[in-house]
């Protein structure tokens, strides 16, 4: 277990829906950081949250967001799903703004949409 | 913008020898760091190993090592006396110091088979 706790397992869900993909950072981390795992894209940084506030923005689509709330954990989440959003979903999470000493993933969410 | 390269997307070891993935990354900044994750069928990233590009000395943790060449820009990740266990994904991963947030950039991994 490494601490960094992200419910559900898995996801199966239709086109057009929205879902939230939860996730807990490990004990005393304050940032958090949400991936996109894909098997055409590999690992794609979508967007860090540190102590509540956004820090950092990669290839987040519009239809995705994300906030991250006053106990720390934080929510992703997907609208108006399409096929190609089929993907494993990371959270990490690291002690300070940076990632220094790397992060501590989560064991991620399988989404599949059909 | 940063890039990592992992060219070899499968290698075979068998068990107890030794085996080293390759990984080059293009960057313009002088000070950064780098990291190796293994993940396995369980889908978990786990860290194996980092190197902090100011420092000479290449890192080492137990059976992993690397061979971290700056001006070559080449960070290859040495497995001694693989283990079954040892059988994963590998990724090398970027992070820049002075730019680009606090993202790891990613290569396209390498999938470790390890042979009886």
């Known amino acids: 277990d490494s601490g960094v706790t992200q419910t559900p397992k898995h996801l199966i869900t239709a086109t057009g829906q929205r879902v939230t993909l939860r996730c807990s950072p490990r004990?005393?981390?304050?940032?958090v950081y949400w991936y996109q795992q894909s098997l055409d894209q590999g690992l794609q940084f979508l967007i860090q949250y540190y102590n509540g506030e956004e820090r950092a923005k990669g290839n987040i689509l519009e239809r995705f967001s994300a906030q991250q709330f006053p106990d720390l954990h934080s929510e992703l989440n997907l609208s108006s799903l399409e096929l190609g959003d089929s993907a494993l979903y990371f959270c990490?999470?690291?002690?300070?703004?940076?990632?220094?000493?790397?992060?501590?993933f989560g064991s991620g969410t399988r989404l599949t949409v059909v | 913008a940063q890039t990592v390269t992992q060219s070899q997307p499968e290698m075979s070891v068998q068990e107890a020898e030794t085996v080293t993935l390759s990984c080059t990354y293009d960057t313009s900044e002088s000070d950064y760091y780098l990291f190796w994750y293994k993940q396995p069928p369980s889908r978990q990233m786990i860290l194996v190993i980092r190197?902090?590009?100011?420092?000479?000395q290449n890192a080492t943790e137990n059976r992993f090592s690397v061979n971290f060449q700056k001006a070559a820009k080449s960070f290859s990740l040495k497995i001694s006396d693989s283990q079954l266990g040892d059988a994963a994904m590998y990724f090398c991963a970027y992070r820049s110091i002075t730019g680009g947030g606090n993202k790891l950039t990613f290569g396209t991994g390498t999938q470790l088979k390890v042979e009886l």
């Open positions: 004990s005393g981390d304050l940032s």
């Open positions: 190197q902090e590009a100011y420092k000479q």
């Open positions: 990490a999470s690291s002690v300070g703004r940076g990632a220094d000493y790397g992060y501590t």
